[in-house]
């Protein structure tokens, strides 16, 4: 029993202990870029019950609206954010009552090289954010998308493979624990079969062609998602 | 006699076409503008869309998200000009749209293209439009002005003078089509030393996020949304 204490303790102490070891961890988000897009948000008129695509470039390059006529649809995506850019503006989101959330994010923490820890503790809080404050509201884990590091310039995207399978393995675990639908578009969509986005659906390496929103949208939809 | 004047004749000719083609570059369909059209293609059409054509100045709006209405197209490509605004009318045209909003012309003004040929496809556009989509009501949103301080020098060759010129030429054009103009260019976005108001904009050519606001907010308060 006292062992057990003493364990206890030194796991709640070890916490910020790992933390404070960890100097590179860069939890910024908050650019110029983000700022322009949260200004914007903030003006848009307001909506309840809408479908809310959440998420990084990827979210943010896809005319949504345009692939889903007749739904009231709402893209908040923002280029070059991270789990914690989007801890940051969830509360604003989740104030419109959103009657489905999708959500793709996790490629530009991995990009930064943070551990996958710390995206891991961020996806939790996102979840639980959202069971308590807006618990009607349907939420949808996407998982993060392969890369193609054939195509990819940017160096600190290559070699992210292990990650990436990593981090979709736990968001699998975290929305089954959740009793969240978790799709699986790396698998089903975009993986060529070896891990590696397909070439044909991507422009750079990472970021989409136009025709692979289609596929994307068609998928949610086959799936009754949408 | 016959030689002397048929020489001439093939050196006039040619020194006129040599005029005609050198300077003038009609291109339009480079391979961002081949992408979004192919994507505008699978794009599935609606019932009384209200569309916005153009530019990146259109591209780059959230037409969708600030009015709020279903139908809400986007048919901005960065980079286009007027040629590649009428080349890509069948696109638009097939829906038989209820609205459709044309802002285009600053890129021709970019490369150099007279106003006169700019102004020649905006008649095209006008007729095209007349023809085989009448029920759709075309507006011809004014190009707007720069701030010349601060343009970059990749934009050298726009200037106030020639946007007020084309805009003079796009009205005359709306005005012997019936269609409305739309003069964002003076009452929304010109401040009084005839420049883009500085704080609308980025660069001197783009418009901040809330400049869409203000843009809406004038096509609402005179009912053409």
């Known amino acids: 029993m006292n062992k057990f204490l003493c364990t206890g303790l030194l796991i709640m102490v070890g916490i910020p202990m790992v933390f404070s070891q960890e100097k590179t961890i860069d939890s910024s988000y908050n650019n110029t870029y983000y700022q322009g897009r949260m200004e914007v948000f903030n003006s848009l008129p307001k909506t309840k019950d809408a479908i809310v695509f959440v998420g990084n470039s990827i979210t943010e390059r896809a005319q949504w609206n345009e692939l889903l006529p007749g739904e009231l649809i709402i893209n908040r995506g923002i280029g070059g954010d991270n789990t914690f850019g989007l801890l940051a503006r969830l509360e604003d989101i989740l104030s419109q009552r959103p009657g489905k959330l999708f959500l793709m994010i996790g490629i530009n923490d991995i ?76 698998n089903k969509v975009f993986s060529d079969g070896n891990n590696n986005l397909k070439p044909e659906l991507t422009i750079d390496g990472i970021h989409l062609k136009p025709i692979s929103y289609v596929l994307w949208t068609d998928y949610l939809k086959e799936q009754g998602y949408l | 006699m016959n030689m002397k004047f048929i020489f001439t004749f093939l050196l006039a000719s ?39 054509m153009g530019n990146s100045i259109t591209e780059v709006g959230d037409w969708q998200e600030i009015i709020l209405q279903p139908n809400v197209v986007n048919r901005g490509i960065s980079g286009d000009n007027s040629y590649g605004v009428f080349h890509r009318l069948d696109e638009v045209l097939v829906s038989n749209p209820m609205k459709l909003f044309i802002m285009i012309g600053v890129n021709d003004i970019k490369r150099g293209t007279p106003i006169s040929k ?67 260019h003076n009452e929304v976005f010109l401040d009084s030393k005839g420049q883009l108001k500085r704080e609308l904009t980025t660069d001197g050519l783009h418009l901040k996020p809330a400049s869409y606001f203000l843009w809406i907010d004038y096509l609402q308060k005179h009912l053409y949304l």
């Open chain 1, 111 to 186: 990009g930064r090289g943070l551990p996958l820890e710390v995206i891991k503790q961020n996806y939790t809080r996102i979840v639980k954010q959202i069971q308590i404050q807006s618990p009607r509201t349907r939420v949808y884990i996407q998982s993060v998308l392969p890369l193609n590091d054939e195509i990819l310039s940017a160096q600190y995207l290559k070699n992210k493979k292990i990650t990436v399978l990593d981090l979709n393995r736990f968001l699998k675990t975290l929305a089954n624990q959740n009793e969240i639908i978790y799709i699986d578009l790396y």
């Open chain 2, 118 to 184: 700019i102004l020649m496809n905006y008649e095209r556009i006008a007729g095209k439009v007349k023809k085989e989509a009448p029920e759709t009501l075309l507006y011809f949103q004014s190009v707007l002005p720069v701030t010349e301080p601060i343009l970059a020098t990749i934009y050298n060759q726009i200037n106030n003078e020639k946007i007020r010129t084309l805009n003079e030429g796009i009205k005359a054009i709306a005005k012997k089509y019936n269609l409305v103009y739309i003069d964002l």
């Open chain 2, 14 to 52: 040619s020194a006129l076409l040599a005029q005609e083609t050198t300077p003038l570059d009609s291109s339009y369909a480079n391979g961002y503008y081949v992408e979004r059209l192919a994507f505008f293609e699978l794009l599935p059409n609606r019932v009384n869309e209200i569309v916005f």
